[in-house]
């Protein structure tokens, strides 16, 4: 599985590199931002067990991650955050991805993987031990970094410190 924005710097081409390198199937989801980017990045690498889906409504989003074995996070900027990986997390889903920007201090062995940006071979590789991580190592990860509560929990902590 692969969701995002559907621009350059979300890399989905890399994405579907990786999936056919490995030769595993790809569902790629999302909202086509750069038409251009797709229409010569993406589209021509559509086809066979390549698909993509369009831009899914929150329930089915959900559906198709929890369904997957793996998520592919493959950013080719610094993401700040990463949305799509917390998701996978709370779905269960296992992440395999580029070491760039936060998905470094979101994953754990326990719940990913990552590769050095841009090496589809490593990803690749990485996805098929990826599928064998726990499902509710995935969730429990989730909970414990990404959750409204932890969320919460941490504004409180930052305003405490900041009022001492």
Do not use: N, Q
Request: charged fraction near 20%; proline fraction near 6%.
């Amino acid at each position: 599985m692969w969701s995002g924005r559907l621009v350059p710097e979300k890399g989905a081409h890399l994405a579907v590199a990786a999936a056919r390198a490995a030769g595993l199937p790809l569902t790629l989801a999302g909202p086509v931002v750069d038409e251009e980017y797709f229409r010569t990045r993406v589209a021509p690498r559509l086809g066979g067990p390549v698909r993509y889906v369009g831009h899914l409504a929150r329930a089915e989003l959900a559906r198709l991650v929890g369904g997957a074995s793996a998520t592919l996070v493959t950013p080719c900027w610094d993401e700040p955050y990463g949305l799509v990986v917390a998701e996978s997390l709370a779905c269960g889903t296992p992440v395999c991805g580029f070491d760039r920007g936060a998905l470094g201090e979101i994953l754990t062995p326990e719940c990913g993987r990552l590769v050095p940006y841009a090496d589809v071979d490593a990803l690749a590789s990485v996805v098929w031990r990826a599928r064998g991580l726990s499902r509710a190592g995935c969730r429990a990860r989730a909970e414990a970094f990404c959750s409204l509560g932890r969320m919460t929990d941490r504004y409180e902590s930052l305003y405490e410190e900041l009022l001492s």
